[in-house]
Nanobody, 124 residues
Framework: QVQLVESGGGLVQAGGSLRLSCAAS????????MGWFRQAPGKEREFVAV????????YYADSVKGRFTISRDNAKNTVYLQMNNLKPEDTAVYYC?????????????????WGQGTQVTVSS
């Protein structure tokens, strides 16, 4: 089992920045990739970004490309999401997720473990 704990959410004005963190513990040696998803009220959970744990390759949703950066600290078993130039449409609960295998990164059901989520609210 892998446990994921997110932190760093909050309230920010449009154009501002936040950095989310996700600390992993447990059977982290089998982690293939870690990603971030978000879910706004009344909407489905959507892919934001993912990073392959061993090589650091990253992928982003088009809606956040150029504004968000995913990174990891292998020694701390922690993944980060730096969010710049935030927009009101970025408001959502952000979830950290990990997976033990390759494949399609964009679907939530392809991930083994999930954090509890952290709220990000961007005011206009």
């Amino acid at each position: 089992q892998v446990q994921l704990v997110e932190s760093g959410g909050g309230l920010v004005q449009a154009g501002g920045s936040l950095r989310l963190s996700c600390a992993a513990s447990g059977r982290t040696f089998s982690t293939y990739a870690m990603g971030w998803f978000r879910q706004a009220p009344g909407k489905e959970r959507e892919f934001v970004a993912v990073i392959r744990w061993s090589v650091g390759t990253t992928y982003y949703a088009d809606s956040v490309k150029g504004r968000f950066t995913i990174s990891r600290d292998n020694a701390k078993n922690t993944v980060y999401l730096q969010m710049n130039n935030l927009k009101p449409e970025d408001t959502a609960v952000y979830y950290c997720a990990s997976r033990d295998y390759s494949g399609n990164y964009y679907y939530p059901n392809q991930y083994n473990y999930w954090g509890q989520g952290t709220q990000v609210t961007v005011s206009s």
